[in-house]
Each structure stands twice: as structure tokens, then as C-alpha cells.
């Protein structure tokens, strides 16, 4: 496997993809074994993404050189995977997936990112939640080590900081959600997105025009009537984010269609407070909910706040006002 970094290339051998991770409209993601690709371990896990299945047949054999029954991609999906590559390749920052490389050895075009143990954030909070079981010799049992207010306010915290870091980089990620943030040891959140959720929560997107997938329940009006992307639109989604965390992964809206949804927003409906949650909290996702973009909280002051928070005592925090 060839890796090509912005500063070096490095050369390791490819190895068969051990387990499909995941699969989406923009890339299919895989488990895989990477050699040499860290001075301290010979191999190391790691998340392969391959472009989309709308640029190659299924994947019908996995040997030492890591598909070889793909189709030539598209050049234009050829040029979307370099353009991503370049992207990813000037984010930095802790709370951001790693970006290992792109293999560049021939076919198919291959990204390497961290491998996070625990998957997705939303998949995480539904496990760590009050109704989450468990099965033990085929009874079902209340799972343990739901998550606690100051572990929720702690994945906030890093959500936050590594949206504060993409505003500095003017970059606008345009699907924030606990699905597209990933996991780690020791309650290690990053932002991420590898266009993998796609289809495993297809019922989060609504398909405009028969092609183009959005978020809506996690989008701002702007985006809905005019497709307005911007680093205010974010700080929307992560009002949603916030949600998503204090109902332990609850899909927003989930009583309602899309189009329901749709005339929620735009007429200036929000969310209500979870049950959970301080009222501190609250006042911060109606914060993001502004429906003037430049009215909405700046994520700088949002990092600020739930970091504050987290050092406080939770009696302090208002659960029931």
C-alpha cells in the first residue's frame, strides 16, 4: 500500500480487508491491517474507505491486493476522492479522525483514517442509555454503565472543540450529527465523516430531486429553503447534536415525517428539552436554534460554556426548572 501524505509518501503493503464497516452513498468503509504505517507498531488497525458503489461492482473477493474485481472508476469520482484527500489531509486536531493517507498504487483509489474501537456516537449513546439491554443466555438484562451529565457534557466539550477548529479552517461540514462522530477509548470523541451512515441511517436523510440526500432534521431553515451552508448552519446541527446526546441518541423529530419536519422548521418550531437535560443546556441548543444565522451562539462561546459546566458541580446544574 502506497500512502501518500503531504509531506512524504510511505510505502506498506496492502492486507486484506478483515470486515465491512460500513457502507454509504459517497464510500464504502472497511476494517483493515495496515503495516509500517506507525514507527512505534508493526501493524495497526485502521478504517479503509473505497469510493462509492455508484463507481464500481460489488466487491466479490478480498486478497493481498485489496479489491481486484473493480471497475475504473469515474474521472470525476476519481477527481471528488483527491479533492476530499487534499481536504482531510490540512485537518488536524484531536478531536478530528485522524487522516492517514491515500493509497496511490492503482486501483481501486483507497483512504486511511484512524480506526475508532467504539464506532459511531449515536450507536454509542442508544447502548449507554436507560432502555438499553442486554441478552445473557437468552434473557434480557438492563445493560450497565449508562452514560452520566458530566460524561455527556464532556462528548459535548469535545464535539465543540473540534468544531471550533474547523471554523478557524473556514471549513463547513455540512452533516453534523452524533452519526458521523466517532468513539474511542476512554470516551475519546472525534468528528468524523467517511459518508458511511448513509445507509446505515438512511431514515436520517431525505432524497431531494432523486439524487441529492439531506439531513433536514438536523438542518436550518437557510439550508432547507436555499441549500445555505455555512460555519452559523453547523452551529445548528450541533444544537441538534447536543440533543441527540441528552436522549441518548433519539432521532430528531422521530414522531414525525419528513415533510412534517420540514414545515416544523421553517415555521420555527425547535426540539423540546429532554428529560435529562440542565436547563443550561436547553438555553444553549435554543442558542443554535436562532432563526437568523448571525443571532445563533459563536461555537467559541458554546466550547466555553460546556467546558464551564462540565467543571461544575451537577447539583448546581438546573435539571428540573
Known amino acids: 500500500m502506497v500512502l501518500l501524505y503531504m509531506r512524504a509518501v510511505h510505502q506498506t503493503q496492502r492486507h486484506r480487508a478483515e470486515a ?94 484512524e480506526y475508532m ?46 468544531m471550533v477548529y474547523l471554523a478557524s479552517q473556514h471549513f463547513v461540514h455540512r452533516d453534523l450529527a452524533t452519526r458521523n462522530c466517532l468513539v474511542g477509548n476512554n470516551l475519546l470523541v472525534k468528528i468524523g465523516d467517511f459518508g458511511m451512515s448513509r445507509d446505515i441511517y438512511s431514515t436520517d436523510y431525505y432524497r431531494v430531486g432523486g439524487h441529492t440526500m439531506l439531513p433536514i432534521r438536523w438542518m436550518p431553515p437557510e439550508s432547507i429553503m436555499y441549500r445555505k451552508f455555512t460555519t452559523e448552519s453547523d452551529v445548528w446541527s450541533f444544537g441538534v447534536i447536543l440533543w441527540e446526546i441528552f436522549t441518548y441518541g433519539k432521532q430528531p423529530w422521530f414522531q414525525l415525517a419528513n415533510n412534517e419536519v420540514i414545515e416544523c422548521i421553517t415555521q420555527g418550531r425547535v426540539l423540546e428539552r429532554p428529560r435529562v437535560c440542565p436547563k443550561e443546556v436547553y438555553d444553549l441548543m ?36
Open 20 to 113: 465491512r464497516a460500513g457502507e454509504g452513498a459517497f464510500g464504502k468503509v472497511f476494517l483493515a491491517e495496515c503495516y509500517n504505517l506507525s514507527p512505534t507498531k508493526e501493524k495497526m488497525l485502521v478504517a479503509v474507505k473505497v469510493p462509492g458503489s455508484a463507481y464500481y461492482q460489488p466487491l466479490i473477493e478480498m486478497g493481498p491486493h485489496f479489491p481486484q474485481t473493480l471497475k475504473d472508476p469515474t474521472i470525476s469520482a476519481r477527481k471528488d476522492f483527491q479533492r476530499e484527500a487534499e481536504l482531510l489531509t490540512n485537518l488536524q486536531h484531536e478531536h478530528i479522525v485522524k487522516f492517514y493517507g491515500v493509497c496511490v498504487d492503482g486501483d481501486p483509489l483507497i483512504m486511511v483514517f
Open 117 to 162: 474501537k467504539h464506532g459511531d456516537l449515536n450507536k454509542f449513546l442508544r447502548a449507554h442509555g436507560p432502555d438499553a439491554m442486554i441478552l445473557v443466555d437468552g434473557q434480557a438484562h438492563q445493560a450497565q454503565g449508562e452514560l452520566g451529565l458530566s460524561q455527556m457534557l464532556h462528548v459535548a466539550t469535545q464535539i465543540s472543540s473540534g
Open 286 to 321: 435554543l442558542g443554535c436554534w436562532q432563526r437568523e444565522p448571525q443571532q445563533r451562539l459563536n461555537i467559541k462561546d458554546i466550547q466555553k460554556i460546556l467546558y464551564a459546566l462540565g467543571k461544575a458541580t451537577p447539583v448546581y446544574l438546573d435539571i428540573l426548572g
